[in-house]
Every structure is written in C-alpha cells, then in structure tokens.
C-alpha cells in the first residue's frame, strides 16, 4: 500500500509518501508546494494545486491523509490555512482516493508516543522509522509522520477486519 501525507499550509503545503508491507515502511519521496506569498490567494491555491496533482500523478498513492487544522485567534490566517486544506483535501479525492484526516495530537501519538510532542521529537522519529530519509524540510516531515499515522490506522482496521471476520 503506497500512503500519501500531507500537511496543508498556505506558503508551505508538505507532502510525504511511504509504502507500507505489513509492519515494514519504506520511504518513497517528500518534499514541499510552495505558493508566492505576494500572489493572490486564488493563485496561490492554484499553484498548490498544480503542485500536489503532479506530485500525487507522480507516485500514485492507494490512499491519502491530511492534517486537520486547529482554529487560532486570527481568524483571516485560520480561513486561508483551511482555504489550503480545501486544496490538501480535494487533489487525492480527485484521484479518487479516500483521505483520512487525523488531530495534530493523533499524528504525534501515534509516531512519538505522546500527543504533545515537539517538532524535534516528531523528525527524530520519523528518521528512526524511514532509515536513511532525507527530509526537505519541517512541513515535509510533519506530513511523513502524517503519512506514517494513516498507515498504522489502516493496519489496525485491517486487523480488526480479519479478527471480525474470523470469529464468525
């Protein structure tokens, strides 16, 4: 199974892929749309779009996840990030992918263990989970650990799955 992540944001939108067999990850690619952050919002979202189509045309993931946003005190910033997230939602579902959207605290939980993990400790696990990977940058990690998050999700329904239908 080959798990796209992704982290929305307005000037930075990180992505990541992973391809999952069994308990095993592999690393795929990562990497980060960037927007112009002097363009309009309607061309900004447009080069994330562009972006994300071609990097999801490129690896051609079996299933997509998503960061979901916390509401902040500026509220013109909160609107944009979830124009953004609009963007990170609508290019898998697109592709005709099912997308899983997963709480900040659930993504750290489930890579480092505790849901009020620090940046640092999300990137250190994410390197001790994908061997070897070269991460492009903060957003690219956070959307690994995303990716990483969804593919423990999916191997626990599939096991509940089977368990379910073994007991019949």
């Known amino acids: ?11 930075n939108l990180g992505w990541g ?3 999952v067999d069994g308990v095993r990850l592999r690393h795929v ?18 080069d994330l779009h562009i972006g994300l189509t071609a990097v999801m045309a490129r690896f051609a993931p079996d299933t997509a996840a998503v960061e979901q946003t916390f509401v902040n005190k500026d509220a013109v910033a909160t609107l ?9 939602l609508l290019v898998p579902a697109q592709a005709g992918l099912v997308v899983g959207e997963y709480a900040p605290n659930a993504v750290k939980k489930a890579v ?3 849901g009020k ?23 690219a ?4 650990a ?12 599939r096991q509940l799955a089977i368990a379910g239908g073994g007991a019949r």
């Open 117 to 139: 993990a620090a940046k640092e400790q999300v990137d250190h696990m994410v390197r001790m989970q994908l061997p070897g990977v070269q991460i492009e940058g903060p957003d």
């Open 141 to 144: 990690a956070d959307a690994l």
């Open 80 to 88: 944009k990030l979830g124009s953004a997230r609009g963007i990170a």
């Open 29 to 46: 690619a990562n990497g980060i749309c960037h927007s112009d952050a002097k363009a309009t919002l309607a061309a900004r979202l447009l």
């Open 112 to 114: 480092v263990g505790v």
């Open 146 to 157: 995303i990716a990483i998050c969804h593919a423990f999700h999916c191997q626990s329904a």
């Open 17 to 19: 892929v992973i391809d």
């Open 1 to 11: 199974m080959r798990v796209i992540g992704i982290d929305p944001g307005l000037r």
